[in-house]
């Protein structure tokens, strides 16, 4: 169906990624100040925490792109060490410290998993569409179990997801529905692997409420696409601009309004949202590893 707009023209498909969609969920200003701002407002600095999420994920990778029998619990250590970030970390100490803790972490992850049992795909993108929306994203791992596929998401952080995680996540489910589509094979389960404890939380998705995720998916683009156009209608008559000498004027500010909370202390923006320098406290940057 041929989603329409003024004067008969067809309406751009709103081109995403599940974490554009979540941003915008989560809080409006940050929304505007990632994807729409340019140039975008300069971050703080990078946090520990991520620096572990992306040295684990590359480590896992990287086990899976080599030879079968190079798939050894020491080769991912290997592979975390020379692969490790030190971003955000307080000092050498700390960065050493979670350093070898994250070496035990994917060794012993990798340890219970079986080298032949080849991945469809491992940091695999995938892409559909609808009338309304382009979405692609990028899947940790993607299994075949018998004649469906099933979609992995590595977690590091200090609380281990339940089934409701598993269940409720949007990215999850847009991954599985494109998975289907792309490789034409049955994807409706979706796990959650949590290497610090080695728990797994699965959810086995219906036909159904796969359906209400994109239809959630879909209102949340047409929500965002609108205020999209208005900030780049706006942008487009005054020319390129910086925060400090062509501010936002109210009436489009107002389509993007900040979410203060104490999700507000972990924003990379929060230097330049009032509201947000209110709502939480500053945090250092290793301040989220547990």
Same mark, same amino acid.
């Given at each position: 169906?041929?989603?329409?707009?003024?004067?008969?023209?067809?309406?751009?498909?709103?081109? @995403?990624?599940?974490?554009?969609?979540?941003?915008?969920?989560?809080?409006?200003?940050?929304?505007?100040?990632?994807?729409?701002?340019?140039?975008?407002?300069?971050?703080?600095?990078?946090?520990? +925490?991520?620096?572990?999420?992306?040295?684990? +994920?590359?480590?896992?990778?990287?086990?899976?792109?080599?030879?079968?029998?190079?798939? &050894?619990?020491?080769?991912?250590?290997?592979?975390?060490?020379?692969?490790?970030?030190?971003?955000?970390?307080?000092?050498?100490?700390?960065?050493?410290?979670?350093? =070898?803790?994250?070496?035990?972490?994917?060794?012993?992850?990798?340890?219970?998993?079986?080298?032949?049992?080849?991945?469809?795909?491992?940091?695999?993108?995938?892409?559909?569409?609808?009338?309304?929306?382009?979405?692609?994203?990028?899947?940790?791992?993607?299994?075949?179990?018998?004649?469906?596929?099933?979609?992995?998401?590595?977690?590091? *952080?200090?609380?281990?997801? =339940?089934? $409701? $995680?598993?269940?409720?996540?949007?990215?999850?489910?847009?991954?599985?529905?494109?998975?289907?589509?792309?490789?034409?094979?049955?994807?409706?389960?979706?796990?959650?692997?949590?290497?610090?404890?080695?728990?797994?939380?699965?959810?086995?998705? &219906?036909?159904?409420?796969?359906?209400?995720?994109?239809?959630?998916?879909?209102?949340?683009?047409?929500?965002?696409?609108?205020? =999209?156009?208005?900030?780049?209608?706006?942008?487009?008559?005054?020319?390129?601009?910086?925060?400090?000498?062509?501010?936002?004027?109210?009436?489009?500010?107002?389509?993007?309004?900040?979410?203060?909370?104490?999700? @507000?202390?972990? @924003?990379?923006?929060?230097?330049? @949202?009032?509201? *947000?320098?209110?709502? *939480?406290?500053?945090?250092?940057?290793?301040? *989220?590893? +547990?």
């Amino acid at each position: 169906m041929e989603q329409l707009g003024f004067e008969g023209m067809p309406r751009r498909l709103y081109a @995403c990624t599940p974490s554009r969609l979540n941003s915008w969920l989560d809080c409006r200003r940050r929304y505007r100040f990632t994807y729409l701002d340019r140039p975008a407002p300069q971050k703080g600095p990078p946090w520990a +925490h991520n620096s572990v999420g992306a040295s684990v +994920h590359n480590a896992l990778a990287g086990w899976w792109r080599q030879p079968y029998e190079r798939r &050894t619990p020491m080769t991912a250590a290997t592979l975390l060490t020379s692969g490790w970030i030190t971003e955000g970390f307080r000092d050498q100490e700390q960065s050493t410290t979670w350093r =070898d803790r994250a070496r035990e972490m994917v060794s012993g992850y990798v340890a219970t998993l079986d080298p032949a049992d080849e991945p469809v795909g491992v940091e695999r993108t995938v892409a559909t569409r609808t009338a309304v929306i382009a979405v692609s994203g990028r899947i940790d791992r993607l299994d075949r179990r018998g004649d469906e596929l099933v979609v992995v998401d590595y977690k590091t *952080g200090r609380r281990a997801p =339940d089934g $409701d $995680d598993a269940r409720s996540s949007l990215a999850l489910a847009l991954y599985a529905i494109a998975s289907s589509r792309v490789m034409h094979r049955t994807c409706r389960k979706v796990e959650l692997h949590h290497l610090p404890t080695g728990s797994v939380a699965e959810w086995e998705h &219906t036909d159904e409420s796969l359906d209400r995720h994109l239809r959630r998916a879909e209102e949340i683009a047409r929500e965002a696409s609108e205020a =999209d156009e208005a900030y780049r209608a706006w942008s487009g008559a005054s020319g390129s601009r910086t925060a400090s000498t062509d501010p936002v004027p109210p009436e489009v500010d107002a389509l993007f309004p900040p979410s203060p909370g104490p999700i @507000c202390s972990w @924003c990379d923006f929060r230097r330049h @949202c009032p509201q *947000g320098l209110q709502a *939480g406290q500053e945090r250092n940057p290793w301040d *989220g590893l +547990h």
